[in-house]
């Protein structure tokens, strides 16, 4: 439905994808929404696959969004959450109509970057933030991590934390390195009126 490759990759993993994944790292998260300047009743997870990261938080209205429908169907079906497909790059979603976005793990396998930070500036309201936890290239388990999903295929594009920062200014967001490390997260929030 939307060309992109890494999409049939999790199509083909849902099944195995949650007995592999270790849960997702709440506290990063938390971390990184806490630099929104609004309240936080509706966050949408992009990319949010089976709903792994969307499991590790709690509060506002949650709906994943993702490419992947079995991806979606194990959000929907084995964690009851909100789940709605669509493409990070063209989000079915009205112009400041969301608090937050979470982009856990996925950032890399999107096959437009500028869209998908374009599209999560314009669906976020004034004071809202977009949360991304990646992965660093140029950390030494990094490096390895390019490789393996190389080797199996995958069309990853890994973004160091600084990269992933001037990207989130150019789409208009005052970034925020929240924390460093193999995993690292950045925050980008939108302009009070
Ligand atoms: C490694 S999984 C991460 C899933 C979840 N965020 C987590 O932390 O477990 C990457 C996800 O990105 C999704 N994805 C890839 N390209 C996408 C796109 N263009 N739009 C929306 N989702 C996409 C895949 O379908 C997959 O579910």
């Given at each position: 439905?939307?060309?992109?490759?890494?999409?049939?990759?999790?199509?083909?993993?849902?099944?195995?994808?949650?007995?592999?994944?270790?849960?997702?790292?709440?506290?990063?998260?938390?971390?990184?929404?806490?630099?929104?300047?609004?309240?936080?009743?509706?966050?949408?997870?992009?990319?949010?696959?089976?709903?792994?990261?969307?499991?590790?938080?709690?509060?506002?209205?949650?709906?994943?969004?993702d490419?992947?429908?079995?991806?979606?169907?194990?959000?929907?079906?084995?964690?009851?959450?909100?789940?709605?497909?669509?493409?990070?790059?063209?989000l079915?979603?009205?112009?400041?109509?969301?608090?937050?976005?979470?982009?856990?793990?996925a950032?890399?396998?999107?096959?437009?970057?500028?869209?998908?930070?374009?599209?999560?500036?314009?669906?976020?309201?004034?004071?809202?933030?977009?949360?991304?936890?990646?992965?660093?290239?140029?950390?030494?388990?990094?490096?390895?991590?390019?490789?393996?999903?190389?080797?199996?295929?995958?069309?990853?594009?890994?973004?160091?934390?600084?990269?992933?920062?001037?990207?989130?200014?150019?789409?208009?967001?005052?970034?925020?390195?929240?924390?460093?490390?193999?995993?690292?997260?950045?925050?980008?929030?939108t302009?009070?009126?």
């Open positions: 439905m939307y060309g992109l490759g890494d999409v049939r990759f999790f199509d083909r993993l849902a099944p195995l994808y949650d007995l592999a994944m270790p849960p997702a790292n709440g506290e990063a998260l938390g971390a990184g929404l806490d630099h929104a300047t609004r309240s936080i009743d509706r966050l949408l997870d992009v990319g949010g696959g089976s709903g792994r990261a969307a499991a590790a938080l709690s509060g506002p209205e949650i709906i994943v969004v490419a992947s429908h079995e991806m979606l169907s194990r959000a929907r079906d084995a964690r009851g959450l909100s789940a709605v497909g669509g493409d990070a790059g063209r079915p979603f009205r112009d400041a109509s969301v608090d937050a976005i979470t982009v856990v793990d950032f890399h396998h999107l096959p437009d970057h500028d869209a998908a930070l374009r599209e999560a500036a314009r669906v976020l309201a004034p004071g809202g933030v977009i949360v991304i936890r990646e992965f660093d290239p140029t950390h030494p388990l990094g490096r390895g991590l390019v490789a393996a999903e190389h080797a199996v295929g995958m069309a990853s594009r890994f973004r160091s934390p600084s990269e992933l920062s001037d990207d989130l200014a150019d789409a208009g967001l005052d970034p925020r390195i929240v924390d460093r490390g193999f995993g690292y997260t950045v925050a980008g929030v302009e009070e009126p």
